[in-house]
């Protein structure tokens, strides 16, 4: 309890005193995350719409992978891009081990089957409802997802902060790819293990609330952005 | 697309900032060196007097030479001589150094029910922990620390097994707080102990037979089997480690008033 306390006032006191190091990992993990987000939604939400609109041999075979691929463990797929990118594997010489760029990558294999998977659900009664009145419009495919895909986007900003909210909590995965590296990959979730496992527990906690606060705040000012939670349908 | 447009250059930026940087190198290094605290006043010294920024990468003994293999760093500064010996020997590495030393202990519950305080070798304290059948946690990571504490289990003559024995796999930080939370028993590098700050009701309970004795050493990653390996800065950070204003820092280095280091590297 009494860490509890220490941790948060330990938060407060760094978050109001704009504490260097603090700001640093913050910014850090907050461009990584988005980045990531952000990558794997492009590839996610069209992916979803598409399996949810077309029918194909492999379909369902398809859905059962992504849905399974959500429950990935992050160390295998650190440890995945840490034996592609390895001076001695076969990315190795592009030199992205270590860096922002590995963690981005990481995160995006690990969220990129949650959007997907998420987007596919929703395009799927979405396309129940639609379905009539685009195939008598005579819409090609492509002006099929499309149409889905803007008309549920509210739904789909749902599927892309479910890959938010798992991106920024991770750990597994960008320790090995990034490496904790101070004032270079330390993002908050590093930097808490790091904490933990010298025994500090106070500051581990202090950094756990400015995580959970920054999720809160990114949630929040999208959801403002977008206007959700108002009037309209989706 | 176009949020593809904006995102692709803003990860080329994210590249060539860490490209562009003052003359950097990375260096694997074990737990206790940075979770010491030893780390954070070499670096910043280091990089006043020889310009390069050492990037730590801190992970167990065997992970730390496994990304030196792999040419993912450019040295690596370890402790444990069998490994560090067939690691040079597979080619991977150009020599070994020796730097400094300290010396491990056995931590463990202050009531001491195994009554490991009046051993007279480790070895026996390990025996009596054994025949106690009290917990102890292993890091059981294939760490330095693991495999010095696998060399004392050997040299008591005992196989652990059993309830009492928890191989946890993890680093000496997360392993000595298993053993907070079991009150068991636990070999950790004297450093790492004494800046541990979740020590609950752990004590040393056992400390200086000379097979506690933990030998640091500098091993350069072989330039010739990864050519991206920046083999300058790794012999400039060498020639720092064993020059004499390393020494002073790392033998003036207290936790506690306690000198967690000893620098031993000789001169060439």
Do not use: C
């Amino acid at each position: 309890m009494n860490d509890i306390t220490s941790g948060l006032g330990e938060a407060v006191r760094r978050v109001v005193t704009l504490d260097p190091d603090l700001v640093e990992i913050t910014w850090l993990s907050l461009r990584v995350t988005l980045g990531a987000t952000a990558i794997a939604s492009l590839i996610g939400l069209p992916l979803g719409a598409w399996i949810a609109i077309n029918r194909f041999r492999a379909r369902r075979l398809v859905i059962a992978i992504l849905n399974s691929l959500m429950g990935l463990p992050p160390v295998v797929v650190g440890l995945f891009v840490y034996v592609l990118f390895s001076r001695s594997g076969p990315l190795g010489v592009l030199g992205l081990l270590f860096t922002p760029t590995a963690m981005v990558i990481a995160q995006v294999i690990i969220i990129t089957p949650i959007v997907a998977s998420i987007a596919h659900q929703a395009i799927r009664d979405l396309w129940a409802d639609y379905h009539d009145l685009l195939i008598s419009l005579h819409a090609s495919r492509w002006q099929r997802v499309q149409a889905l895909l803007w008309d549920g986007r509210r739904a789909l900003l749902t599927a892309s902060l479910a890959g938010f909210g798992r991106a920024i909590g991770e750990v597994g995965a960008i320790m090995i790819v990034g490496g904790n590296i101070d004032h270079a990959t330390r993002v908050l979730t590093t930097a808490i293990a790091l904490e933990t496992g010298k025994g500090n527990f106070d500051l581990a906690l202090a950094l756990g609330f400015v995580l959970i606060a920054l999720a809160v705040a990114v949630n929040l000012a999208i959801h403002f952005g977008t206007r959700t939670e108002r009037s309209s349908r989706w | 697309m176009k949020l593809l447009k904006t995102l692709l250059p803003f990860a080329f930026a994210t590249l060539a900032a860490s490209a562009a940087a003052a003359e950097t190198m990375k260096m694997s290094v074990t737990t206790s060196f940075a979770n010491s605290g030893l780390a954070e006043v070499l670096l910043p010294e280091i990089e006043k007097d020889t310009g390069i920024t050492v990037e730590l990468l801190v992970v167990g003994t065997g992970q730390a030479l496994e990304l030196g293999a792999n040419g993912d760093v450019d040295a690596v500064l370890v402790h444990s001589r069998a490994a560090e010996e067939k690691w040079l020997a597979a080619g991977n590495g150009t020599h070994r150094r020796e730097i400094m030393y300290n010396d491990f202990v056995v931590i463990g519950p202050a009531s001491d029910p195994a009554g490991a305080r009046s051993a007279e070798k480790a070895a026996d304290a390990f025996a009596d922990i054994a025949n106690a059948q009290a917990a102890f946690v292993s890091r059981g990571d294939d760490s330095g620390t693991h495999k010095a504490e696998l060399k004392l289990w050997s040299a008591a003559g005992i196989e652990p097994s059993g309830d009492w024995y928890k191989a946890v796999g993890q680093g000496m930080g997360a392993a000595l707080n298993t053993a907070a939370g079991l009150d068991a028993y636990i070999l950790s590098d004297r450093a790492t102990w004494l800046s541990f700050e979740n020590k609950a009701g752990l004590e040393l309970v056992f400390e200086g037979d000379p097979a506690l004795f933990n030998q640091y050493a500098y091993l350069p990653v072989n330039a010739e089997k990864y050519p991206s390996v920046n083999a300058a800065a790794a012999e400039k950070l060498e020639a720092w480690l064993t020059s004499d204003k390393a020494k002073g820092l790392i033998d003036g280095y207290q936790i506690a008033g306690q000198q967690l280091f000893h620098f031993n590297a000789v001169a060439e």
